[in-house]
């Protein structure tokens, strides 16, 4: 097992839960909730990492971050290194090709809500933002879930993207993903199929939490 690459993956999953499950929870819910202006072309955008292939993303994202555009130079001016292969990249990368993880299981928690519900009680005199604690969140919380597992085990994973914009830095950028690709180009594939066998196991134990849990809630609603 590389640990340092282990290492890496946990610290970028870890901080991708962190500030983007918030952020998607907002656009989530403006999404089931509210009149968005160009809300297919917003959809589309949440959704395009599901089907652009990860080279695709991951070369525009390249391009974005590189010392050739406005954001790459500021970044290298306000920090003093590239944000392109660096850890702020990949994560930054991270936000983006995750949105569609984050926020479709939230949105169509908060769809799935019976509007008289919250309007029951805004007439009981709960305020927007008391509704949404006391309300919203907890009746879609197992979409919030879905997300959080979504998020994390996708990043675990994730290859082409994560090349694209980070390379391959050991103790940086270089994650169990890629650690897997360079074992088996060195014909490693003891240390390939162990790091696999992991990363599988840990998706589906992502994978069944997530069922279990709606099941439950499921059985619990009736």
């Known amino acids: 097992m590389d640990w340092d690459a282990f290492g890496v993956s946990l610290r970028l999953a870890a901080w991708t839960v962190v500030l983007l499950v918030p952020l998607g929870l907002v656009l989530a819910r403006a999404l089931a909730f509210r009149r968005v202006p160009g809300r297919p072309v917003v959809e589309a955008a949440v959704a395009a990492p599901l089907v652009l292939p990860p080279t695709v993303l ?9 010392g050739g555009s406005w954001l790459g130079n500021a970044w290298s001016a306000a920090f ?12 930054a990368a991270s936000l983006i090709f995750n949105l569609p993880f984050a926020v479709q299981p939230m949105q169509r928690a908060f769809e799935a809500l019976p509007s008289d519900v919250r309007e029951a009680a805004w007439v009981s005199g709960l305020s927007p933002w008391a509704t949404f604690w006391r309300i919203e969140l907890p009746l879609a919380w197992p979409g919030v879930l879905s997300a959080l597992a979504l998020t994390f085990a996708h990043t675990m994973g994730e290859f082409g993207v994560v090349l694209m914009v980070g390379g391959s830095i050991p103790g940086q950028t270089r994650t169990l993903a890629l650690s897997i690709y360079d074992r088996v180009q060195a014909f490693d594939f003891g240390a390939a ?4 066998a992991a990363l599988l196991a840990f998706s589906i134990l992502a994978i069944a939490v997530v069922h279990g849990v709606s099941s439950r809630v499921g059985a619990r609603r009736g």
């Open 80 to 91: 003093g290194h590239p944000l392109a292969f660096s850890f702020a990249g990949l994560l």
């Open 58 to 66: 991951g070369f525009y994202l390249l391009a974005a971050f590189g």
């Open 193 to 196: 199929g162990a790091m696999s």
